[in-house]
Protein backbone atom coordinates (compact mmCIF):
# COMPACT_ATOMS: atom_id res chain seq x y z
CA UNK A 1 0.00 0.00 0.00
CA UNK A 2 1.48 3.25 -0.73
CA UNK A 3 1.79 5.93 1.99
CA UNK A 4 1.02 9.89 1.63
CA UNK A 5 4.63 10.49 1.10
CA UNK A 6 5.50 8.07 -1.95
CA UNK A 7 2.28 10.26 -3.71
CA UNK A 8 2.63 13.70 -2.01
CA UNK A 9 4.89 14.55 -5.40
CA UNK A 10 4.21 13.48 -8.69
CA UNK A 11 0.73 11.83 -7.97
CA UNK A 12 -0.08 15.78 -7.03
CA UNK A 13 1.22 17.11 -9.90
CA UNK A 14 -1.15 15.13 -11.95
CA UNK A 15 -3.75 15.47 -10.36
CA UNK A 16 -4.01 19.38 -9.90
CA UNK A 17 -2.76 19.25 -13.94
CA UNK A 18 -6.13 17.27 -14.60
CA UNK A 19 -8.16 19.77 -12.78
CA UNK A 20 -6.13 22.74 -14.68
CA UNK A 21 -6.73 21.29 -17.65
CA UNK A 22 -10.61 20.70 -17.12
CA UNK A 23 -11.55 24.11 -15.29
CA UNK A 24 -9.76 26.00 -18.70
CA UNK A 25 -11.23 23.56 -21.47
CA UNK A 26 -13.82 26.17 -22.99
CA UNK A 27 -16.22 23.09 -23.32
CA UNK A 28 -16.28 23.11 -18.97
CA UNK A 29 -16.70 26.74 -18.60
CA UNK A 30 -19.87 26.37 -16.70
CA UNK A 31 -18.93 23.26 -14.64
CA UNK A 32 -18.44 24.43 -11.27
CA UNK A 33 -15.53 23.49 -9.70
CA UNK A 34 -16.86 20.54 -7.65
CA UNK A 35 -17.75 18.34 -10.25
CA UNK A 36 -14.75 19.53 -12.08
CA UNK A 37 -13.17 17.70 -8.92
CA UNK A 38 -15.13 14.38 -9.17
CA UNK A 39 -14.13 13.77 -12.60
CA UNK A 40 -10.40 13.93 -11.43
CA UNK A 41 -10.95 11.36 -8.77
CA UNK A 42 -12.41 9.67 -11.19
CA UNK A 43 -9.24 9.52 -12.97
CA UNK A 44 -7.55 9.20 -10.14
CA UNK A 45 -9.52 5.52 -9.59
CA UNK A 46 -8.96 4.73 -13.50
CA UNK A 47 -4.84 5.02 -13.17
CA UNK A 48 -4.78 3.45 -9.40
CA UNK A 49 -2.12 0.82 -9.07
CA UNK A 50 -4.14 -0.05 -5.90
CA UNK A 51 -5.00 -3.67 -4.79
CA UNK A 52 -7.16 -2.98 -2.01
CA UNK A 53 -9.84 -0.52 -1.35
CA UNK A 54 -8.03 1.02 1.42
CA UNK A 55 -4.93 2.36 -0.89
CA UNK A 56 -8.15 3.42 -3.30
CA UNK A 57 -9.56 5.73 -0.48
CA UNK A 58 -6.00 7.00 0.25
CA UNK A 59 -5.35 7.81 -3.15
CA UNK A 60 -8.41 9.85 -3.35
CA UNK A 61 -8.01 11.48 0.27
CA UNK A 62 -4.90 12.59 -1.01
CA UNK A 63 -6.32 13.68 -4.33
CA UNK A 64 -9.08 15.90 -2.64
CA UNK A 65 -6.36 17.59 -0.38
CA UNK A 66 -4.12 18.74 -3.49
CA UNK A 67 -6.98 20.21 -4.72
CA UNK A 68 -8.04 21.94 -2.07
CA UNK A 69 -4.15 22.90 -1.15
CA UNK A 70 -4.44 24.33 -4.61
CA UNK A 71 -7.35 26.05 -3.99
CA UNK A 72 -6.11 27.96 -1.49
CA UNK A 73 -2.60 28.72 -2.67
CA UNK A 74 -3.94 29.45 -6.68
CA UNK A 75 -7.03 31.35 -5.69
CA UNK A 76 -9.26 28.96 -8.35
CA UNK A 77 -12.32 29.71 -5.63
CA UNK A 78 -11.55 32.88 -6.61
CA UNK A 79 -14.02 34.92 -4.24
CA UNK A 80 -15.19 31.83 -2.98
CA UNK A 81 -14.83 29.70 0.03
CA UNK A 82 -13.37 26.08 -0.76
CA UNK A 83 -16.64 24.74 1.24
CA UNK A 84 -18.28 23.66 -1.67
CA UNK A 85 -15.09 21.68 -3.20
CA UNK A 86 -14.30 20.02 0.05
CA UNK A 87 -18.06 18.81 0.71
CA UNK A 88 -18.08 17.27 -3.30
CA UNK A 89 -15.20 15.01 -2.64
CA UNK A 90 -16.03 13.96 0.54
CA UNK A 91 -19.86 12.65 -0.56
CA UNK A 92 -17.93 11.41 -3.59
CA UNK A 93 -16.08 9.42 -1.51
CA UNK A 94 -18.70 8.06 0.96
CA UNK A 95 -20.72 7.13 -2.11
CA UNK A 96 -17.24 5.32 -2.97
CA UNK A 97 -16.78 3.66 0.63
CA UNK A 98 -21.03 2.55 0.96
CA UNK A 99 -20.09 1.34 -2.93
CA UNK A 100 -17.21 -0.84 -1.75
CA UNK A 101 -19.32 -2.36 1.27
CA UNK A 102 -22.13 -3.26 -0.77
CA UNK A 103 -20.11 -5.29 -2.75
CA UNK A 104 -18.46 -8.51 -3.52
CA UNK A 105 -14.94 -8.84 -1.74
CA UNK A 106 -13.15 -9.58 -5.63
CA UNK A 107 -11.66 -6.51 -5.78
CA UNK A 108 -11.60 -5.96 -10.10
CA UNK A 109 -15.27 -6.11 -9.76
CA UNK A 110 -15.30 -3.59 -6.82
CA UNK A 111 -13.55 -1.51 -9.49
CA UNK A 112 -15.65 -1.47 -11.86
CA UNK A 113 -18.78 -1.22 -10.01
CA UNK A 114 -17.21 1.86 -7.96
CA UNK A 115 -16.17 4.02 -11.79
CA UNK A 116 -19.64 3.06 -12.87
CA UNK A 117 -21.61 4.57 -9.63
CA UNK A 118 -18.88 7.32 -9.95
CA UNK A 119 -19.62 8.32 -12.94
CA UNK A 120 -23.31 8.32 -12.31
CA UNK A 121 -22.68 10.43 -9.24
CA UNK A 122 -20.86 12.90 -11.26
CA UNK A 123 -23.28 12.90 -13.95
CA UNK A 124 -25.98 13.46 -11.29
CA UNK A 125 -23.78 16.17 -9.88
CA UNK A 126 -23.96 18.04 -13.82
CA UNK A 127 -27.65 17.96 -14.00
CA UNK A 128 -28.45 19.50 -10.52
CA UNK A 129 -29.34 22.99 -11.81
CA UNK A 130 -31.86 21.72 -14.61
CA UNK A 131 -33.50 19.64 -11.56
CA UNK A 132 -33.43 22.83 -9.36
CA UNK A 133 -34.56 25.05 -11.69
CA UNK A 134 -37.99 22.75 -12.57
CA UNK A 135 -38.42 22.87 -9.02
CA UNK A 136 -38.38 26.56 -8.07
CA UNK A 137 -39.75 27.92 -11.53
CA UNK A 138 -43.07 26.81 -9.73
CA UNK A 139 -43.18 29.09 -7.36
CA UNK A 140 -42.15 32.29 -9.64
CA UNK A 141 -45.56 33.99 -10.95
CA UNK A 142 -46.59 36.58 -13.63
CA UNK A 143 -45.43 39.77 -13.05
CA UNK A 144 -43.51 39.39 -9.93
CA UNK A 145 -40.22 41.91 -9.20
CA UNK A 146 -37.20 38.73 -7.71
CA UNK A 147 -34.40 40.20 -6.07
CA UNK A 148 -31.01 38.16 -6.38
CA UNK A 149 -27.27 38.75 -5.06
CA UNK A 150 -24.48 39.04 -7.58
CA UNK A 151 -23.96 36.09 -10.08
CA UNK A 152 -25.06 32.34 -8.92
CA UNK A 153 -25.13 30.13 -11.95
CA UNK A 154 -27.66 27.88 -10.76
CA UNK A 155 -29.80 30.89 -10.08
CA UNK A 156 -29.40 32.43 -13.24
CA UNK A 157 -30.80 29.04 -14.47
CA UNK A 158 -33.45 28.95 -12.49
CA UNK A 159 -34.96 32.32 -13.88
CA UNK A 160 -33.38 31.55 -17.57
CA UNK A 161 -35.94 28.28 -17.47
CA UNK A 162 -38.82 30.30 -16.16
CA UNK A 163 -38.59 33.11 -19.03
CA UNK A 164 -37.32 31.36 -22.18
CA UNK A 165 -38.81 27.88 -21.59
CA UNK A 166 -42.07 28.76 -19.16
CA UNK A 167 -42.67 32.15 -20.78
CA UNK A 168 -43.19 33.76 -17.94
CA UNK A 169 -42.64 37.71 -17.56
CA UNK A 170 -40.93 38.87 -14.33
CA UNK A 171 -38.24 41.55 -13.78
CA UNK A 172 -35.08 41.15 -11.61
CA UNK A 173 -33.16 43.21 -9.21
CA UNK A 174 -29.22 42.37 -8.62
CA UNK A 175 -27.33 43.42 -6.01
CA UNK A 176 -24.04 44.15 -7.33
CA UNK A 177 -22.55 41.77 -5.32
CA UNK A 178 -19.33 43.28 -4.30
CA UNK A 179 -15.88 42.57 -3.82
CA UNK A 180 -15.90 40.39 -7.10
CA UNK A 181 -19.05 42.46 -8.40
CA UNK A 182 -20.64 39.53 -9.82
CA UNK A 183 -24.01 41.42 -10.30
CA UNK A 184 -22.40 42.95 -13.63
CA UNK A 185 -22.35 39.63 -14.95
CA UNK A 186 -25.47 38.60 -14.14
CA UNK A 187 -27.06 41.69 -15.31
CA UNK A 188 -26.04 40.27 -19.06
CA UNK A 189 -27.17 36.98 -18.67
CA UNK A 190 -30.69 37.84 -17.97
CA UNK A 191 -30.66 40.83 -20.59
CA UNK A 192 -29.42 37.75 -23.15
CA UNK A 193 -32.72 36.22 -21.92
CA UNK A 194 -34.80 38.82 -22.68
CA UNK A 195 -35.23 39.30 -18.53
CA UNK A 196 -35.47 43.02 -17.22
CA UNK A 197 -33.11 43.58 -14.79
CA UNK A 198 -31.87 46.67 -12.65
CA UNK A 199 -28.74 46.49 -10.99
CA UNK A 200 -28.65 48.16 -7.74
CA UNK A 201 -25.80 48.89 -4.96
CA UNK A 202 -25.33 46.13 -2.22
CA UNK A 203 -26.41 49.09 0.35
CA UNK A 204 -29.37 49.33 -1.38
CA UNK A 205 -30.48 46.21 -0.21
CA UNK A 206 -33.40 47.84 2.24
CA UNK A 207 -34.29 49.78 -0.54
CA UNK A 208 -34.75 47.59 -3.44
CA UNK A 209 -36.35 45.52 -1.05
CA UNK A 210 -39.56 47.20 -0.86
CA UNK A 211 -39.97 46.52 -4.50
CA UNK A 212 -39.20 42.28 -4.11
CA UNK A 213 -42.12 39.78 -4.33
CA UNK A 214 -39.12 37.24 -3.23
CA UNK A 215 -35.87 36.83 -2.81
CA UNK A 216 -33.90 34.13 -4.90
CA UNK A 217 -29.87 33.71 -4.00
CA UNK A 218 -27.25 31.06 -4.55
CA UNK A 219 -25.28 29.00 -1.68
CA UNK A 220 -21.65 27.89 -1.40
CA UNK A 221 -22.63 25.22 1.11
CA UNK A 222 -25.60 24.19 3.02
CA UNK A 223 -25.04 23.25 6.68
CA UNK A 224 -25.95 21.08 9.23
CA UNK A 225 -28.26 23.36 10.96
CA UNK A 226 -30.45 24.29 8.13
CA UNK A 227 -28.48 27.57 7.16
CA UNK A 228 -26.38 28.65 4.89
CA UNK A 229 -22.68 29.69 3.87
CA UNK A 230 -22.91 32.10 0.65
CA UNK A 231 -21.13 35.89 -0.34
CA UNK A 232 -20.92 38.57 1.97
CA UNK A 233 -24.45 39.90 2.20
CA UNK A 234 -26.20 37.10 1.93
CA UNK A 235 -26.54 37.39 5.89
CA UNK A 236 -28.06 41.09 6.06
CA UNK A 237 -30.47 40.12 2.53
CA UNK A 238 -31.81 37.47 4.59
CA UNK A 239 -32.56 39.57 7.81
CA UNK A 240 -34.08 42.45 5.37
CA UNK A 241 -36.10 39.92 3.49
CA UNK A 242 -37.34 38.78 6.95
CA UNK A 243 -38.09 42.20 8.57
CA UNK A 244 -40.82 42.75 5.32
CA UNK A 245 -41.93 39.55 5.12
CA UNK A 246 -40.53 38.96 2.37
CA UNK A 247 -39.65 35.31 0.69
CA UNK A 248 -36.28 33.97 1.70
CA UNK A 249 -35.15 31.15 -0.98
CA UNK A 250 -32.26 29.33 -1.58
CA UNK A 251 -31.00 27.69 -4.61
CA UNK A 252 -28.01 25.06 -4.02
CA UNK A 253 -26.89 21.31 -5.33
CA UNK A 254 -26.64 18.54 -2.61
CA UNK A 255 -22.96 18.17 -3.16
CA UNK A 256 -23.04 22.01 -1.21
CA UNK A 257 -24.68 20.12 1.84
CA UNK A 258 -21.40 19.94 3.95
CA UNK A 259 -21.01 18.79 7.61
CA UNK A 260 -20.18 22.05 9.15
CA UNK A 261 -22.43 23.44 12.48
CA UNK A 262 -21.53 26.89 12.56
CA UNK A 263 -23.38 29.14 15.16
CA UNK A 264 -22.08 32.64 14.21
CA UNK A 265 -19.86 34.27 11.53
CA UNK A 266 -16.52 33.27 13.68
CA UNK A 267 -17.29 29.73 12.88
CA UNK A 268 -17.02 29.67 8.74
CA UNK A 269 -13.58 29.23 7.61
CA UNK A 270 -11.20 32.27 7.01
CA UNK A 271 -11.35 32.92 2.88
CA UNK A 272 -8.32 35.10 2.47
CA UNK A 273 -8.80 37.37 -0.40
CA UNK A 274 -5.62 39.90 -0.71
CA UNK A 275 -6.61 43.26 0.84
CA UNK A 276 -9.89 45.48 -0.18
CA UNK A 277 -8.65 48.09 -2.45
CA UNK A 278 -10.79 51.03 -2.71
CA UNK A 279 -10.96 54.88 -3.37
CA UNK A 280 -12.58 57.20 -0.97
CA UNK A 281 -13.91 59.90 -3.55
CA UNK A 282 -15.22 61.89 -0.61
CA UNK A 283 -12.07 63.11 0.46
CA UNK A 284 -10.18 66.11 -1.34
CA UNK A 285 -7.36 65.84 -3.76
CA UNK A 286 -5.31 62.46 -4.92
CA UNK A 287 -5.92 59.83 -2.42
CA UNK A 288 -2.13 59.37 -2.59
CA UNK A 289 -1.11 62.55 -1.51
CA UNK A 290 -3.46 62.30 1.58
CA UNK A 291 -1.83 61.68 4.92
CA UNK A 292 -3.61 58.41 6.12
CA UNK A 293 -2.56 56.69 9.38
CA UNK A 294 -1.87 53.59 7.84
CA UNK A 295 -0.59 52.09 10.76
CA UNK A 296 -4.45 52.70 12.53
CA UNK A 297 -6.38 51.22 9.72
CA UNK A 298 -7.50 47.45 9.68
CA UNK A 299 -9.23 46.75 6.90
CA UNK A 300 -11.44 43.19 7.16
CA UNK A 301 -12.18 41.67 3.17
CA UNK A 302 -14.79 39.13 4.65
CA UNK A 303 -15.87 37.10 1.24
CA UNK A 304 -18.39 34.88 2.75
CA UNK A 305 -20.94 35.28 5.67
CA UNK A 306 -23.42 32.34 6.97
CA UNK A 307 -27.36 33.23 7.17
CA UNK A 308 -28.86 31.21 10.04
CA UNK A 309 -32.05 28.72 9.06
CA UNK A 310 -34.65 30.88 10.77
CA UNK A 311 -34.25 33.60 7.60
CA UNK A 312 -34.90 30.63 5.21
CA UNK A 313 -38.19 30.28 3.38
CA UNK A 314 -37.69 27.05 1.45
CA UNK A 315 -34.36 25.73 -0.39
CA UNK A 316 -34.96 24.54 -4.03
CA UNK A 317 -32.19 21.55 -4.47
CA UNK A 318 -31.79 18.76 -6.61
CA UNK A 319 -33.27 16.21 -3.89
CA UNK A 320 -36.48 18.57 -3.81
CA UNK A 321 -38.01 21.42 -2.41
CA UNK A 322 -36.82 21.44 1.09
CA UNK A 323 -37.68 23.43 4.81
CA UNK A 324 -34.14 24.22 6.21
CA UNK A 325 -35.23 21.50 9.29
CA UNK A 326 -35.01 18.56 6.61
CA UNK A 327 -31.37 19.35 5.96
CA UNK A 328 -30.05 17.80 8.98
CA UNK A 329 -31.93 14.61 7.84
CA UNK A 330 -30.84 14.70 4.43
CA UNK A 331 -27.17 15.16 5.51
CA UNK A 332 -27.58 11.78 7.30
CA UNK A 333 -28.46 9.78 4.36
CA UNK A 334 -25.65 11.44 1.98
CA UNK A 335 -23.55 11.24 4.40
CA UNK A 336 -24.12 7.94 6.30
Partial sequence: ???????????????????????????????????????????????????????????????????????????????????????????????????????????????KEVLLRGETFAGMSLTARQSIAEHGCEFIREGQVILTHGYSRVVASLLKMAAEKQKKNFSVIVLEGRPEGGGARAAAVYSEANIPVTVVLDSAMGYAMEKADLVIVGAEGVVENGGVVNKIGTYALGITAKALNTPFYVAAESYKFARLYPLNQADLPRVETGELRFADTTLPGKLEEIDVKKDLITVDNCVIDYTPANYITLLFTDLGVLTPSAISDELIRLYA
Avoid at 13 to 42: G, R, T, W, Y
Avoid at 52 to 62: P, V
Avoid at 66 to 79: E, H, R, T
Avoid at 86 to 103: A, P, W
Fill in 1 to 111: MSSLTELSSPFIEIVLKDLLSFMSSPSHSDVALPVAAMKVMLNVIKRSKAITMTGLLQELETAKEGMLGLAASKDICGFRSHIPLQSGCELFMRYVTRSFYEMSSDFELCI
